[in-house]
């Protein structure tokens, strides 16, 4: 029965326990983004011939250049991802979509799989199982548009996976074939293609379209330039005075507000800014088991209630349509705000001043908004797109405002950013959106890159490697042990000592057994990524230290490729004469802040001990809070306030918390 435990294991529950690519299966997913792909690069003309190749494919089907390089930078960020098919099956540089082809490509999974930390659920067995689970009879036509380009082209639909120039010129066919549909005639004008780059980005549907629509005149308005995955340089020059074609603009909005209004639960409230494409597909606040149990969120009033701190970034690790089958069912968890892949379109499930089931830390789900972006971490090629990205950005800025949470990375974390509650729930936390994550850029679009803060004694380094350069070697994507493809990476490993052949250093937390780190996907244990701050506990040569769970760990980080930079704030540090101090998953009062019917949750260590003389980067001060919601019945919930107050510190790869009583508080460097 629901509240009969200290605190309720079953609302720290997710999705997919994000672990392997057998996960990824069992749970009825689009598993072959994770199946064996050419090498980077594989098919890829050499160096220019891909710039040549828009230019030529706009000629040849009377497109505007800019308007077919301004669709495949939203679609790909012109990458090929070495011939992998996307979350939703899509195709190289204009992400050209052939959903069942790419299930076809499935490995099989053993049956006995799952995942030994705690997804019970069994895999599928075969690519065929997944197909009949995945895919519906009739496919949404946004899942099949190669079919439609080789049919327009003439090339094979095997040319159009593989070869980026082929590709490209299957997207030219569609924007044309879709300028024509529209009734509209072929013209130089980019602004004349507005309606049918909407019909591009999310075919027959009015909301996604025109929020893709309206990204891609904002990418052409400001130009791009970029080094592709494959070492193709192109570039889209700027057009500040673009606009779009006032009467097809004016005609897709009316099209996106008459479906919005007949979308399944389109009475419920959306909390959204009017620049995305936004959708209520509400979770169920519903009773079963004979009334004796409930799901899948709890009512709340916050921030009335309980201040909404952190925002939570999580892959879906499945596709849009599995996602929102999940959301339905009562009996699963819960999560704010999902994000299509292909074209940024947002659905709402759970109101924000309520409190779903997302983060598995009741702390942090009593104070956060959790948000789903559909891939996979596991897959490198599965791409969070750009639509996806700029979309997310945009609901993340808005939302920041309205509840007042600072844009870092203290406070906007990765679910692998997420504290275990206490030592036993450490080693099954979540790690997604994982290590391809490109926060980076994520963050630039929110406005706050990362950039250096201060000189070389400001106390601080910012993790900041180059995200295309920065390639560290995964394993476990597809098989436990095998090598990854290689890709991109927000995060850069850490040592024992200022050496590449130095071990890695060691998170006796996720690996109470005292095994070895590992370069498993999955395994977080000497990982920083990307916007985290550190202190500066030692320097070497090209080598930088910095306090970690503890201890001092090393980073590779050469004046010539610098991995992070210099920055300045707030460090935690013990309290004078204390020679260490405990740090906690979660900032729960103190034992007399209860009343009488509302059991004392025990405030337990983690199994990390802070040292003297040991910094840590301080993320914030929070007030100790217990949100008591036991039942169905919202007269019954509490929420218990101590007069204990704690600092939210970056512990190591996930953040932490320490009592103010513990610590002394002071800039960094001093």
Same mark, same amino acid.
């Given at each position: ?45 050499? !160096? ?16 505007? &250049? ?13 990458? !090929? ?15 050209? +979509? ?8 499935? %490995?099989?999974? *053993? ?5 030994? &930390?705690?997804?019970? &659920? ?30 327009? +082209? $003439?090339? !094979? ?18 924007? @044309? ?5 529209? $009734? ?17 980005? !999310? ?30 340089? /192109? ?5 500040? &005075? ?107 499930? /759970? ?39 700029? +979309? ?72 900041? %490697? ?5 390639? %560290? ?25 200022? *050496? ?17 780190? +590992? ?25 930088? @230290? ?29 309290? @004078? ?41 301080? $993320? $914030? ?41 513990? /610590? ?7």
């Amino acid at each position: 029965m629901r509240g009969s435990a200290p605190e309720d294991a079953s609302r720290t529950r997710h999705p997919a326990l994000r672990r392997s690519a057998t996960a990824v299966a069992a749970a009825a997913l689009l598993v072959p983004l994770v199946a064996a792909a050419p090498s980077a690069g594989a098919g890829e003309p050499p !160096s220019g011939t891909l710039q040549r190749a828009f230019g030529e494919a706009a000629a040849r089907y009377h497109v505007p &250049r800019s308007v077919l390089l301004g669709v495949s930078f939203l679609e790909s960020r012109w990458d !090929s991802h070495g011939g992998a098919p996307s979350v939703s099956g899509g195709y190289g540089p204009m992400h050209l +979509t052939d959903a069942r082809a790419a299930v076809a490509r499935a %490995p099989e999974f *053993s049956a006995d799989g799952g995942d030994a &930390r705690g997804d019970t &659920r069994r895999p599928l067995r075969t690519a065929s199982q997944v197909r009949r689970a995945v895919l519906p009879a009739e496919l949404p036509a946004r899942l099949r548009t190669l079919p439609t380009a080789a049919k327009l +082209t $003439g090339l !094979s639909a095997a040319k159009l996976r593989s070869d980026p120039a082929a590709n490209v010129s299957g997207g030219a066919a569609l924007l @044309a074939a879709a300028q024509r549909a529209l $009734g509209l005639p072929t013209s130089g004008d980019p602004a004349k293609w507005y309606a049918a780059v909407a019909r591009y980005g !999310s075919a027959g549907d009015p909301r996604g379209g025109a929020a893709f629509a309206r990204d891609v005149f904002e990418v052409m308005r400001q130009g791009q330039r970029r080094t592709t995955d494959a070492g193709q340089r /192109v570039a889209l020059a700027a057009a500040p &005075r673009l606009t779009a074609d006032a009467t097809q603009e004016k005609r897709l909005g009316r099209a996106a507000t008459a479906q919005r209004a007949s979308a399944p639960g389109a009475g419920g409230a959306l909390e959204c800014p009017w620049s995305v494409a936004c959708e209520s597909w509400p979770a169920p606040y519903e009773q079963y088991d004979n009334g004796t149990n409930y799901g899948n969120h709890d009512l709340a009033d916050r921030p009335k209630d309980q201040r909404i701190d952190s925002i939570v970034i999580h892959d879906t690790e499945g596709s849009w349509e599995t996602t929102l089958r999940l959301i339905k069912d009562p009996k699963y968890v819960s999560w704010h705000y999902t994000i299509r892949s292909a074209d940024g379109l947002i659905a709402q499930h /759970v109101p924000t001043k309520d409190v779903a089931w997302h983060a598995g830390n009741w702390y942090v789900n009593s104070h956060s908004i959790g948000i789903e972006h559909e891939g996979f971490l596991a897959a490198p090629d599965a791409w969070y797109t750009e639509a996806m990205y700029r +979309t997310s950005a945009r609901l993340v800025k808005y939302l920041a405002k309205e509840y007042d949470i600072p844009l870092d990375r203290q406070h906007i974390l990765g679910h692998d950013n997420v504290p275990g509650t206490i030592p036993s729930t450490i080693p099954g936390m979540h790690t997604d959106p994982g290590p391809y994550w490109d926060w980076a850029h994520y963050f630039t679009l929110l406005g706050k890159p990362f950039t250096r803060t201060a000189g070389a004694h400001g106390g601080l380094v910012t993790i900041r %490697p180059s995200y295309g350069r920065n390639r %560290p070697v995964y394993t476990g994507c597809e098989k436990a042990g095998q090598p990854c493809v290689p890709h991109g990476s927000t995060a850069v490993r850490l040592h024992t000592a200022p *050496s590449e052949a130095a071990p890695l250093i060691q998170d006796i937390g996720l690996h109470p057994d005292g095994s070895a780190t +590992t370069t498993g996907v999955n395994d977080t244990a000497a990982r920083a990524t990307t916007g985290q701050r550190f202190a500066v506990a030692g320097r070497s040569g090209d080598w930088t @230290a910095i306090w970690y769970l503890g201890q001092q760990a090393w980073f590779h980080n050469p004046r010539s490729n610098p991995t992070a930079v210099n920055a300045k704030g707030l460090v935690a540090t013990p309290k @004078a004469g204390r020679a260490e101090i405990p740090v906690y998953g979660r900032a729960y009062p103190e034992k007399e802040a209860y009343p009488a019917q509302v059991p004392v949750q025990a405030v337990t260590p983690l199994p990390y001990t802070l040292l003297a003389g040991q910094e840590y980067a301080v $993320g $914030g001060r929070v007030r100790s809070e217990y949100f008591y919601s036991p039942t169905f019945d919202i007269t019954k919930h509490v929420v218990v306030r101590g007069k204990d107050v704690y600092y939210e510190i970056q512990l190591g790869h996930r953040v932490g918390y320490v009592r103010a009583a513990d /610590v002394d508080v002071r800039s960094s460097g001093s």
